[in-house]
């Protein structure tokens, strides 16, 4: 079975840093395309970015309203996502969740984890 | 970026009926577009891709049509763990985008 469990979230001053983590098992992580998807408070999803496989150039890519302050990274030794997000903003709170790219595509997301609250707020 | 508008924002529906939620995209993404559902406080949970392919598990119930831009998906039969927000989502292009969602409402 499937199971991602994010953890590292909490509040945080506008301007600060946070890492969260996702912890993945029941799959081959390391083949695995990942993302972070997020959902401000009542709203929707919005995509974060993604890590390719290392098979695949290992390669981050991540939406405009975090490039350059946010950093994807894994850990295929410790089956291990992480997000290093700086310079946070208010606009940043929301659930964070991580999610596996589909074999067939990977910005196709077929298994989510219960995801992490990050409330940026002084 | 594409962006993907949703109608209806909200849809009342009886139990055992037909639900219909639409989902436009704002150019061509061929039939590179899913749909996931949403419950409160739960993860999304990956329903349909290339438009019409039921994930694994997924009931038949849940159907899904359509091509380039203008996309459907349709719940024959409302059952009561079926009232839940339904997310549209294209990944024909860079960057993937998400529609803004339909809550579907019990009537």
């Known amino acids: 079975e499937v199971q991602l469990v994010e953890s590292g979230g909490g509040l945080v001053k506008p301007g600060g840093s946070l890492r969260l983590s996702c912890a993945a098992s029941g799959f081959i992580f390391s083949n695995a395309w990942m993302s972070w998807v997020r959902q401000a408070p009542g709203k929707g999803l919005e995509w974060v970015g993604r890590?390719?496989?290392?098979?695949?150039?290992?390669?981050?890519g991540y939406a405009a309203p975090v490039e350059g302050r946010f950093t994807i990274s894994r850990d295929d030794s410790k089956n291990t996502l992480y997000l290093q997000m700086n310079s946070l903003k208010t606009e940043d709170t929301a659930v964070y969740y991580c999610?596996?790219?589909?074999?067939?595509?990977?910005?196709?997301?077929?298994?989510w984890g219960q995801g992490t609250l990050v409330t940026v707020s002084s | 970026e594409i962006v993907m508008t949703q109608s209806p924002a909200t849809l009342s529906v009886s139990p055992g009926e037909r639900a219909t939620l639409s989902c436009r995209a704002s150019?061509?993404?061929?039939?590179?577009l899913a749909w996931y559902q949403q419950k409160p406080g739960q993860a999304p949970r990956f329903l349909i891709y290339?438009?019409?392919t039921r994930a694994t598990g997924i009931p038949a119930r849940f159907s899904g049509s359509g091509s380039g831009t203008e996309f459907t998906l349709t719940i024959s039969s409302l059952q009561s763990e079926d009232f839940a927000v339904y997310y549209c989502q294209q990944y024909n292009n860079w960057p993937p985008t998400f529609g803004q969602g339909t809550k579907v409402e019990i009537k």
């Open positions: 290339g438009a019409s």
């Open positions: 890590i390719k496989s290392k098979a695949d150039d290992g390669a981050t």
């Open positions: 150019q061509s993404v061929s039939s590179n």
């Open positions: 999610a596996t790219g589909h074999v067939t595509h990977g910005y196709l997301f077929d298994y």
